[in-house]
């Protein structure tokens, strides 16, 4: 079954087609409508049930989570460090999509945002005054509080976007399935993934990505309206907090209609200044070598403790700490991952997986970190060395009002807290947008290109989600609702770890035979005269010459091979693509992995010694596996080459066959 094979076209050929997955959206907005309405009418019973449902999760099952948060940490670990790392997220020869810079922008707001702000303050004070053992407010709940800290935001949690991520940008881009959710589960359940299993995932991930940022939207207006009144004097009323949540969402409603290159990214990297620029002033206009020693000592401690208090269940002190924060956070990032994970996997195109594993959990974890060790040794050297006792006040008291609380200790109070509205505004607006972009292509079957209306209603739909819950009160019982979903997809996710597994060992094994095979394919089985492989290699053809040779000397050698394929009862078929100018040859082998061998132009810059122009492109005839591009030319091969070639890489196939079979 085609994995497009319910999306519906619809509309005249004078406007862009509707492309929905008619089950996935119609079974999604009924679900819904439903759950909205149950919160809505019944705000306090809902909410009443879902932290029953919750707390009882939490009872018994956290040794669960606990465990699968451990596997899904080493797992990625490994996947980075392994020979598995040197692997790309699409084709050999593909290349990544943004800058490094802009790549680390958008993973940190879309993945983390708002949090540094809402507890980058509060989260370390809150440890430090009620700690999970020992006395608080002492020296020792200071060290501890920084560490816990780093602890829930740290790797971990970076662990579970990263797996999430890089299963579906495996699968998607090296395999091309739908990028969505259901393409996680392709090695257990094959082609079924397109039927109603696979719905029924997706369905799952477009509630849970829509309920977790319509959740975090209501609530971070909160902040944004307190930090408001704090400066301004702006009423704190729900028609105010209204008014935010809808101006944020016209905000990410323009930011998706202009596409991820020109709004998200822009966005980011606009809020990312903005980080940095607050970041640097707190800690230039703080005791700067005593924020830096303690982000030392801190990452120290974090480090040396991260097994112990990765696998610490409390089981002999019977302390609630641990179900009201540590459990609580990994449901929080196992709820989110399918959204994060999805707007991940698709800015990640192109890199390997070691670039890939290093750059989600290495860069976002160290500034995250940073910032919580600045904020938060600061707060805490101001309660504990400079009598702040106001300052612990509002923190246990109003959790919103804490950031500005703290910023009314420093120079320019004004400014940085401006600075930080500005801040959290914009990273709901990329949280908003990302999110749009992610449930726009679930609902699309893994469609990345289509209209802007369709993107746009899931941004707007976002948005009176959360207008509609912040006027009910049925916020918190969404909230409950979508971490206690995190421990059916622990399950699911820990099946696709699995399936994931198996899939990158057949991908290693292709790429060790392929290396072991006899010489560098770039030589051909049959060279030729030397003084005519000297030629090839200098000659710097054009589109149309490498079309010409594609057509009078590849096409006839593939149908050659073709036909004695055919002869011995083998599928094989060649097909071509005028408009690439490309040929291909695909051998068919049943229920195992097909042969596919490709030629086709690429252009490349012509160096300087041939004399023309610097900008003049010359063209390549390159050979691509399903893996990808190989990056070796057979332009002026013999037919007889080309036919040696073909062959040779089938033999390795075949080869790579049996190895998987024993």
Request: glycine share 8%.
């Amino acid at each position: 079954m085609s994995a497009n094979a319910d999306l519906a076209p619809a509309t005249t050929d004078a406007s862009p087609a509707l492309t929905l997955n008619r089950p996935v959206f119609f079974s999604a907005s009924a679900l819904l409508l439903a759950l909205v309405l149950l919160a809505v009418a019944f705000p306090e019973a809902a909410a009443q049930q879902f932290s029953l449902l919750q707390a009882d999760i939490l009872e018994k099952a956290s040794w669960f989570y606990v465990t699968t948060v451990a596997v899904i940490l080493l797992v990625t670990l490994y996947l980075g460090a392994s020979r598995i790392g040197e692997i790309k997220l699409g084709p050999d020869h593909a290349e990544p999509q943004f800058s490094a810079l802009s790549w680390f922008a958008m993973l940190f707001s879309a993945g983390m945002g708002i949090g540094l702000l809402f507890f980058g303050v509060s989260e370390p004070v809150m440890h430090f005054l009620t700690p999970p053992q020992g006395d608080p407010a002492t020296v020792a709940a200071a060290r501890e509080a920084l560490v816990l800290t780093f602890f829930h935001w740290g790797v971990h949690g970076w662990a579970i976007y990263a797996l999430v991520a890089l299963m579906l940008a495996f699968f998607a881009y090296r395999h091309n399935l739908p990028l969505t959710l259901r393409s996680a589960l392709h090695p257990l359940l094959g082609d079924r993934i397109h039927g109603p299993i696979g719905h029924a995932v997706d369905t799952f991930a477009i509630l849970s990505t829509i309920f977790g940022v319509a959740t975090s939207l209501g609530y971070g207006v909160l902040q944004v309206n307190a930090g408001l009144n704090h400066l301004f004097g702006v009423p704190v009323s729900a028609g105010m907090q209204i008014l935010l949540v809808v101006g944020i969402s016209g905000l990410a409603a323009v930011s998706v209609a202009t596409g991820l290159e020109r709004g998200i990214r822009r966005l980011s990297e606009f809020n990312m200044v903005l980080a940095v620029g607050l970041l640097l002033l707190v800690l230039f206009l703080g005791p700067t070598a005593w924020l830096m020693e303690g982000f030392v000592h801190n990452t120290g401690h974090y480090l040396s403790t991260l097994v112990d208090k990765t696998f610490n269940l409390y089981l002999y002190e019977s302390n609630e700490w641990l179900g009201g924060w540590t459990l609580l956070y990994w449901g929080w990032w196992l709820s989110w991952a399918p959204f994060v994970g999805m707007f991940i996997a698709r800015i990640s195109r192109g890199r390997t997986i070691r670039e890939f594993v290093t750059g989600v959990l290495l860069v976002p974890v160290g500034f995250t970190c940073f910032w919580m060790s600045v904020f938060g040794n600061s707060a805490i050297d101001l309660i504990l060395n400079q009598g702040s006792d106001q300052l612990a006040t509002v923190v246990q008291q109003d959790v919103a009002l804490a950031f500005f609380a703290f910023i009314e200790h420093f120079p320019f109070s004004t400014l940085l807290s401006g600075i930080a509205i500005v801040m959290i505004v914009v990273f709901f607006v990329t949280s908003a947008d990302s999110g749009a972009m992610v449930v726009n292509m679930l609902a699309s079957g893994g469609e990345d290109d289509t209209p802007v209306i369709q993107r746009v209603f899931w941004a707007v739909l976002i948005g009176v989600i959360a207008s509609v819950l912040l006027y009910a009160g049925g916020l918190a019982s969404l909230q409950t609702a979508t971490i206690a979903s995190a421990l059916p997809f622990s399950v699911a996710l820990l099946a696709c770890t699995y399936g994931l597994l198996r899939a990158l060992r057949l991908d290693v094994t292709k790429r060790e035979t392929l290396a072991q095979m006899s010489n560098l394919a770039s030589n051909g089985s049959s060279p030729g005269r030397w003084d005519q492989r000297l030629r090839n290699a200098i000659q710097f053809s054009r589109e149309g010459q490498v079309e010409g040779f594609v057509d009078s000397v590849v096409a006839p050698a593939m149908r050659s091979v073709a036909r004695l394929l055919q002869e011995e009862q083998i599928e094989a078929r060649v097909a071509r693509d005028p408009e690439r100018g490309s040929v291909w040859l695909e051998v068919l082998h049943g229920e195992e992995i097909d042969f596919y061998y490709e030629v086709r132009p690429r252009a490349h810059s012509q160096p300087a010694f041939a004399g023309e122009a610097d900008d003049q492109e010359y063209f390549r005839a390159e050979v691509h596996l399903r893996e990808g591009g190989q990056d070796y030319d057979i332009m002026g091969w013999s037919r007889e080459q080309v036919l040696n070639d073909i062959v040779e890489q089938y033999e390795k196939h075949l080869h790579f066959l049996h190895l998987v079979r024993e």
